[in-house]
């Protein structure tokens, strides 16, 4: 059986994993990392996180681990249940119940998770991002003109962004857009602190671009261990397939022309200080 694995948050229960029997003497932070480095073997991991048990139970821990592909946690709990692992006791290792995701329910990540998926699956040079246009719907010197009086911290930076992902050994480009909005909250124009936020906002109307031509794709983990991409369907379908029904979603990616020129628009100055300013990445 294929596995599709989407670039939306794993809620699924048969990608869960529930450690039990921790050691209490270690700290919880310990027993994240070492959880960690015995499960991050079997596949990539969306979080790793640690609980200490209801003070009914005693002292100790329970651990949760979330993976993307059902197939590598599968193969987690089958290696690693009644093992010792890391510590001198053997721990418990459960899958989380089965269940199909609701569609309306379904996060998608945030575009530093989707290229870390994207690095797993494809390398790290089996994709790229192109940046078609970034553009500025700020306004601010019309809105000064229209109306003089309008304090300013009435007034936002306003990005656009339109961004192409593209995968070249599966012909495949995918499109995206998004847009980033902040306030001025009362900084002056042209002081450094109003430069630094409006370099904040265009790196997160590019961030959300990203996301959105990734969500639009769909890995596709084959029997053999092979990796193909397709186009995300209409409706959700994430369960496992057979190869042969996956034909018509695989290699089905077309080259995308955006609408008018195909014009990329020169960001020298800002593509070499697109990672300087960080921003905390939100789920």
Partial sequence: MAELVPFTVPVAGDKTLLVWELSSGPTAEALQHSLFTVFSQFGLLYSVRVFPK???????FYGIIKFYSARDAHRAQKACDQKQLFQTSPVKVRLGTRHKAVQHNTLALNS??????????????????????LQDLSNLEERENEDIVTPLQKQSLKFFCAVEVVLPSHECRSPGVGMAEEPLDKLEEGSLSFLMKRKVTQKLAIQKAMTDAFQKLLIVV??????????????????????????????????????????????????SEEEEFKLPELD
């Fill in 54 to 60: 209801a003070a009914v139970a005693g002292p100790g």
């Fill in 112 to 133: 530093s998770r989707c290229q870390e998926l994207a690095n797993y699956y494809f390398g790290f040079n089996g994709w790229s991002k192109r940046i078609i246009k």
């Fill in 222 to 271: 084959l029997e053999s261990g092979k990796v193909a991409v397709a186009y995300r369907p209409c409706e959700e379908a994430t369960d496992a397939r057979t190869e042969e029904e996956l034909q018509d979603l695989i290699q089905v990616c077309g080259v995308w022309e955006p609408c008018g020129q195909r014009e990329e628009e020169c960001l020298s100055d800002f593509s």
